[in-house]
């Protein structure tokens, strides 16, 4: 393919050194995810045929009972939550009231408020909250316990391991289980970033939540535009009834075939990579980023583990001796060719994740950063 799109449309392409961030298109897929999406848009087949299918082996390899492909982890969320209104009616959601739906519950934490969580609120259902978004009084089991009424619907959980973004203060992940399934209350875990490591694909279910999600454009490397949901059987068959192509709210949120295949392709070739070797890699580079300023005065490299997501994969920091610089390297970054897109760290550092990166962009990022430093040493 030597087309060039992007150079026609007049749109620079960027490094993207931030992660799998998705305001610059999170990850890339590899050239096998390509042509099985290519594949799949040459021919039409019926959808519902090529879900079974689909999930039936997305289901086997993630070691689940059962798996639903989305157009993406936010999406899932509102098809999950919908899912467990119309499982606790034992109706289609379609046919629901809105009254019934607007007295159905879904428990969330404080803690795990985030501004994901509209995929939720936009059910028009209430949002019972528990606890506190920090460690003066910890939620309970208890506080779980006495939230659980008779319209509640579900338990949202946001997992994501100490080290990332999320606040302190929320039940466990095994405890929130607990407490729920005593009560046949499913619980449905928002984990969109938490690969690596791959086996979050089955653990968080294997603990016993009805739903984990996933989102397939992160490092999962599959299409941006989908999301992966994996648990049990009987929570997904009112996935099935409730998500596309079912009519009703599913039908917002459609998913193409080129999606379906695309993300089957790139889970099988997460499940079979070598995460231990991509690690050493990772590791291997950011130790040659910090040999690259050794003894520099301006500029120093950290190694940051875990990474701001709280997965269990390191990134580095090129850290500058000049206070509250950030910004103005962040421009430098932006503004050279190639432009280099990242994060601010802080006030004088800047991240850059691997993860996203091979090795000439990583060659170039450190070349560039010889040059802001140049520039800052004048
Ligand atoms: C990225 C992310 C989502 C949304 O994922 P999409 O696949 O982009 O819809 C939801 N929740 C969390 C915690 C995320 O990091």
Known sequence: MTRDIYKELGVRTVINAAGTYTMVGGSRMSEETLEAMVSAARNH?????????????????TRNEAAFVTNGAAAALHIAGASSIAKKYGRPYPSLSPEQIAKSEIIVHRAH???????LRLLNCRIAEIGFPNMILPTTEDDLEYAITENTAAVFYFFMPPGGWVAKG??????T??????????VIVDAAAQVPPAETLWKITAMGAEACIFSGGKDLRGPQASGLMVGKKEFFSWVERTAFPTYGVGRMFKVGREEIVGLLAAVEQYV???????LQWAEDRIASAARAFDGSTMVSVERI?????GQPFPQMAFRFNIPGCSEEVLRHLREGDPSIFTMAADGESVFVNPMTLRDHELDAIVERVKEIETVFLK
Not at 113 to 119: G, K, L, T, V
Not at 170 to 175: D, P, V
């Open 113 to 119: 408020r985030n501004p994901y969580d509209w995929s």
């Open 272 to 278: 079979s990579m070598d995460g231990q070797e991509r």
């Open 177 to 186: 289980i607990s407490v729920a399934s005593r009560h046949g209350i499913p």
């Open 305 to 309: 583990y875990p990474n701001e997501a």
């Open 45 to 61: 087949v019926v959808i519902k045929e090529l879900q079974q299918k689909v999930h039936e082996r997305l289901a086997s390899i």
């Open 170 to 175: 929320a039940l466990s992940l095994e405890a």
